[in-house]
């Protein structure tokens, strides 16, 4: 009997010396969590001086940008911060004053689609950059010249609204495009095969559904964390992914420091 | 002399390894990533800065790699991507390219050695990519480590050689296609098919929808892992390269400024801390999706 109780009370002591360790390791866990929460907190602190300091155009390397290199801007914006519609208005008006010409906005829901009216009507000569979806073959060379077209007009804005949809399910779109090219010709003849599947030929097949967009050559994550959300993978191979913090708290000056880091940038492209 | 020395740095190694562990213990209180990817970028940057013989800066960056598997398996990364050989590499010189290639076969061969950290772990090692592009010897040597560690089961290894995600997405569709087709005729061969290989039978919705997202996910090369967690890019640079684009979609994207030979713990803590600050963020992200 005293043996089955002392067991009893050994295990109850270790049981609860467990807890405490337990505790103990949950404690410290918050602790380390505070004090990175701490050190991030006093970072953005100096970012937003950083930015005051651009913004007023004291520190002089931020005051020409080479903009030309900056072809097309992608934003994603979280989606609950998507409704922030005046919010995206006011960036969109800074990207223009920066002399930025086209601008791709995405958020995962679709947000963005639905508020586009609202946007284009307050936003000075804007137009809607729409890459339409198309089966006619007489009708590529149209809508291959109306993108070049709109693109290089220098004197409007163009805006392009993108969603989760235009990613994955474009690409099943178009792999059903690619099906329908080799179920007609493709399947004996193995030259054919090699002609059908390439990615310049997917490329086409994305334009075909309507998602074929251009890349772009710097993405701006507004949100909580630096994440792409789902932009359509084809487009962002070499795109610089900078992350500017939530749509809430953004301001002029870093959006001058993203873009002028870009342009100081240079690629390889693996070679 | 010499023997004392040895001893303070063997103490020394024993008291980081303690540190490390309870960094790791106090730090799996809060959610462990399962899968972390890295592109190891900075090879040639680190061998030009120090000043080294050419093809030195990859051997670092090799050690560098062990150190940071150890670190993911002994925290508890179930899966861990590195991006080893884009194709895009191939356009280097030919001498370059040879040397890589010299050193992967070396690689590999020792990582199926008894001690190292594959057996050690329990790792399987998968090579990603599209292997038909790698001159024999090379191919050869990925098909054997991937079969002598087939049974590993406690961790995987993804190392993309010949990897692209545009090309991943390609092969994969072509896949789904020729999969697609035999299906058909299956059906059409045994009297079910109803004519289905002309596809006159199908209506134009249908045949919109004939490849679905899953039939696409499933050829991927990357398919025997889940999304990732973390991907680590070294050198500072803040585009992903070709690198898992489809499986990044809710992905915590982290660029150190250090050069792959000198990433270290330090840079693996932080990618950790943030990743567990933004995880239920992600997580919401996910579900969603």
Known sequence: MDFSNESRVLHRCSAQVLDIGNLLLLSLWHLVHSIISICNFTLDIANVLESYLISSGLLGRYKSLHIAKLRY???VIESEEAYQTSKIIELLQWL????????CLYD?????????????????????????SYWQPSIYAMQDAHENNVLLDQQHMTLEFVSFSDGKEAVAKAANVLFMKYSKSGVTDQNQKEKIFTESQMSEALKTVGSGGPEPDLLLVYGPARCHLGFPAWRIKYTEIVHMGPLKSMNYGSLIKAIYKFTMVRQNYGK | MERIRERVIQIYGNLVSLLQKCIFCILSVGPIPNHIAFIMDGNRRFTKKCKLMEGAGHKIGFSALMSM??????????????Y????????RSPEEVQSLMDLMLEKIEEI?????IVNRYGVRVIF????KLLSEPVRLAAERAMLATAKNSKAVLSICVA???TNEIMHAVQESCEEKWDEITLLNSSGAGYGLISLGGYEQDEMDHLIKLTDIEKHMYMAAAPDPDIIIRTSGETRLSNFLLWQSANCYLYSPSVLWPEIGFRQFLWAILNFQQIHFYLDKQRKQS
């Open chain 1, 96 to 103: 223009e004053a920066v002399g930025v010409k086209h601008v």
């Open chain 2, 112 to 116: 199926l050695k008894e001690q190292s």
């Open chain 2, 69 to 82: 598997l150890k670190y993911c398996y002994e925290f508890g990364v179930r899966y861990v991507t590195v």
């Open chain 2, 128 to 131: 990603s990519g599209n292997l």
């Open chain 1, 108 to 132: 995962k829901e679709g947000i963005l689609k639905k508020s586009k009216d609202f946007i284009l009507e307050n936003l000075d000569g804007a137009i809607w950059f729409q890459v339409l």
């Open chain 1, 73 to 75: 801007l992608a934003i």
């Open chain 2, 163 to 165: 990897y692209t995600s």
């Open chain 2, 84 to 91: 080893a050989f884009s194709i895009e590499n191939f356009k």
